[in-house]
């Protein structure tokens, strides 16, 4: 099930209380307001551990972010049209990190089908991208609608986020979307750095996308960010609340 969905969890942290509360998982829950870039101090270790995990590069041209459009179902045409999107950028090295509520085996079609896709290890793949960007070297992630590539454009600042939920080609997703406890609020696709992007056309995809594939930066020099748990501590400390 998604992370916050379970009912043993009566207490939530999030840096946009309002937005929270507007989804059905936060009934009955204490929502505590913390920003998410105080909390990335210091996971070098849990990096390496992770490293050592996965036995292959961790360089990606493009991270591609799953989307539970349904529970334990796939949308008719939902990963011939990933497929598609993904068949502009060639032979790119593309990672897919399965959402949490994706239900095991979802992806597997597209990577026997495609030799330069693979499916992040289904031990780690239920952790936030965020706690695991830091590991990859990439330029480009990719999704429908996902908090996830918002969080990591506003840290990552070579790292562009696309989304494309207001293509034309994806308007089928949105229509069979029934999960009815999203909320996508259009303002909090912004970034200081300007690389998050939701085109309108295909060709607006293809060509930001392409654009940053060539550009010859460094795709890992990021903002140095750390996981301190002291931060989470003190937080739950200050508001009288004892973990479990």
Not at 149 to 154: E, F, K, L, Q, T
Not at 206 to 211: A, D, F, G, M, R
């Amino acid at each position: 099930s998604a992370l916050g969905y379970d009912s043993m969890i009566d207490v939530a942290i999030d840096d946009n209380i309002n937005l929270y509360k507007t989804l059905t998982k936060s009934k009955n829950q204490l929502v505590l307001k913390q920003s998410k870039n105080i909390l990335y101090k210091n996971s070098s270790s849990f990096l390496n551990r992770l490293r050592k995990k996965t036995n292959n590069s961790l360089v990606y041209d493009i991270i591609y972010l799953g989307q539970p459009f349904l529970e334990k179902e796939i949308i008719d045409g939902e990963l011939e049209n990933i497929a598609m999107l993904l068949s502009n950028f060639g032979n790119s090295r593309v990672l897919i990190k399965p959402h949490p509520r994706d239900f095991k085996g979802k992806y597997d079609w597209l990577v026997n089908c495609n030799s330069n896709i693979e499916i992040l290890d289904e031990g780690i793949s239920h952790l936030p991208l965020e706690c695991l960007i830091d590991s990859f070297k990439t330029k480009v992630i990719i999704g429908f609608n996902s908090s996830a590539g918002v969080n990591i454009a506003r840290t990552e600042k070579n790292i562009l986020s696309v989304f494309t939920f207001e293509l034309p080609e994806e308007k089928f997703l949105l229509d069979g979307w029934a999960d009815g406890r999203s909320t996508m609020n259009k303002d909090l696709y912004v970034s200081k750095y300007g690389n998050i992007c939701v085109p309108r056309t295909m060709e607006e995809f293809v060509n930001v996308v392409k654009n940053r594939l060539l550009q010859k930066d460094s795709c890992c020099d990021t903002l140095k960010k750390h996981i301190c748990f002291d931060e989470i501590d003190n937080l739950l400390e200050n508001n009288n609340v004892k973990p479990h």
